[in-house]
């Protein structure tokens, strides 16, 4: 099966983020895309609500069934060819990927930092 490749950026300077239509690697593209901007990569995952989910995302885990384990708030980030869900304040890691529980964006690292601290 073939992976879904496809970025969003945050634009620096104007604090929005941006859907990636096109990459541009001439003159002017690429000093835009460094210098200003940083380049998110979609985890070909979606959350329980159908969003996409990128990297620099905060996630919501659910507690879906009896055994799962206990819900976090994290940032979803690319380790060693795995996306991961990290807690920092929590020294935690966990798969981005779950058969038995639900995953659900509720911001990105760049407009709700303040998610990770617990302050919804």
């Known amino acids: 099966m073939k992976r879904e490749i496809k970025f969003r950026a945050w634009d620096k300077e104007n604090k929005k983020m941006a859907q990636v239509s096109r990459i541009d690697f001439g003159p002017g593209g690429i000093k835009y895309l460094v210098d200003d901007s940083v380049l998110l990569e979609y985890t070909g995952l979606k959350d329980k609500n159908g969003q996409s989910i990128y990297e620099g995302d905060i996630v919501r885990t659910g507690k879906d069934n009896i055994g799962d384990p206990e819900p976090m708030i994290g940032q979803v980030i690319m380790r060693e060819g795995s996306w991961l869900i990290e807690n920092e ?10 058969e038995i529980t639900s995953r659900e964006v509720i911001g990105n690292i760049f407009e709700d930092k303040q998610l990770l601290e617990g302050k919804q």
């Open 89 to 98: 304040k929590m020294q935690e890691a966990i798969d981005l990927f779950s």
